[in-house]
């Protein structure tokens, strides 16, 4: 069995993989002060209550865009797996061609749902990633990572909205049923949800405008099906796509 993790900013996502189906997904918090034996102690756990032995597990991918938690991850898996993991990174196979002014700086994450967008849906391809950060990936026909957008996410604007404020409280995140609100609560949703939707109609709209061609639009991350249906340039939904792609760029390198 193939263990995969995508470790980001605000939450650590986890699947195992039996072949190519995914046989289990859990979500953790990102703690960069936790310890190597402490996430061990969580993951051993959450494999036993879904009946997966941890010997079973004989191979480890991981993407990470929290650099203290890299070494964190492989130690772990070394220590309790007995495995070193493939870390993507510089020199490791993908399958995808970064057109960027300078490659290493795009994320990981960002280069693995590339490559498992472009193997499921083919191309051209828009990414919306909406995580901590909200990210647009754009990737042509021919598979090549072309560049993209980068904007706060909704849990970013919304500690800034209350951390800059004296009297605005933190919130839910729950589509309000009128953009204009009667209350605080219902206008900082309205202007944080909506506000949110604007900005991704309006991303998409410029990047399609600029390919010259319709693209597939999909959406990932945690608020994705918060979101996506509720905006009508969102095509599909793959909450588990990075997961994909590193069962995907493992496979690669394994040839």
Known sequence: MLLVFDIGNTNITLGVFKGEKLRATWCMATDVHQMPDEYAALILTLLH????NSSDIDEIALCSVVPPLLSTFVELSQHYFHISPLVVG?????????????PREVGADRIVDAAAAHYLYGGPVIIVDLGTAT???????????????IA??????????????????RIEFTLPKRAIGTNTVDAMQSGLLFGHLGLIEGIVSRIQGELGEQAL??????????????????DKVNPDLTLIGLRLIHLMNKE
């Open 49 to 52: 209550y879904r009946d997966i």
């Open 90 to 102: 510089p020199g490791i196979k993908t399958g995808v061609r970064i057109r960027m002014d300078n």
């Open 135 to 149: 990210t647009f990936d754009t990737v042509s026909r021919e598979g090549d990572y072309l560049g993209g957008a």
């Open 152 to 169: 706060p996410g909704l849990l970013i604007t919304a500690e800034a909205l209350f951390a800059r404020t004296a009297a605005l409280p």
């Open 217 to 234: 639009v999909v959406a990932t991350g945690g608020y994705a099906e918060l979101l996506a249906s509720e905006v009508t340039v969102i």
